[in-house]
């Protein structure tokens, strides 16, 4: 069984560029949450995505957007770079929404110059 | 509104030691409740869950942890630390009530530290 991954593992980006990560969901998994992890902080929650319709959102401006495929791989989208966009992103997939165990990839690290 | 406390930003014990991380949260509805570990440039790894089956929860690698309501707390516990445990370790508390999403709102973490 593979587990979550993600790409790419690094990336650097200017001010004002766009950027696309992408996350390839646990198999059997339907729902995949991705999360911001600034430098020496807890995750924070961007959106959810539930069968290819986004299912919840955190406190992000719009320019961050995601989609989910329908074979529940999922983009997270960030357009406008600024330097405090710099962080870790996590995809995390689990089986439903709610309370089912959501298992995280190891992520992708951005640097916004 | 939820959230989670972590006491201790950073933590240090040496090896055969007991590890003791705090954890508070707040929530107006019934939690779930769940403790991370993350590893140098690595993503999260689930150690234990709590939902409201039992207070206190196995998890991997020798780690439990206890819930209770009273306190509002759910410490992570491991009697004897081994040099392996040093990373960073996250407390998360999720809604638990039909229609959540189950979004995870995470603590600051607790970097803990072995010595030999």
């Not at chain 1, 646990?26 to 986004?54: C, D």
Request: charge should be neutral.
């Amino acid at each position: 069984e593979t587990g979550v991954t993600q790409s790419p593992t690094h990336l650097i980006k200017t001010r004002g560029q766009q950027v696309t990560l992408r996350c390839s969901s646990q198999s059997g998994h339907n729902t995949v949450s991705w999360y911001q992890q600034a430098l020496g902080q807890g995750p924070q929650f961007i959106f959810q995505y539930y069968r290819e319709e986004e299912n919840g959102r955190g406190n992000f401006p719009p320019r961050f957007s995601g989609l989910q495929f329908p074979n529940y791989s999922s983009e997270l989208n960030v357009n406008a770079l600024e330097l405090d966009d710099s962080a870790l992103y996590l995809c995390a997939s689990s089986l439903a929404t709610g309370t089912d165990t959501q298992y995280f990839g190891p992520g992708t690290r951005l640097t916004v110059l | 509104a939820q959230s989670v406390t972590q006491l201790g930003s950073h933590v240090s014990v040496s090896e055969g030691a007991l590890v003791l991380l705090r954890c508070n949260y707040s929530s107006s509805v019934p939690p779930y409740l769940f403790w991370y570990v993350q590893y140098p440039n690595q993503g999260l790894q689930l150690l234990l869950k709590y939902t409201s089956a039992a207070t206190l929860v196995k998890g991997i690698n020798g780690f439990e942890a206890e819930f209770k309501k009273s306190e509002t707390s759910f410490h992570l516990t491991k009697p004897s630390a081994h040099m392996r445990d040093a990373a960073e370790y996250f407390c998360a508390v999720t809604q638990n009530y039909g229609g959540s999403q189950g979004n995870l709102i995470f603590g600051k973490g607790t970097k803990l530290s072995v010595k030999p």
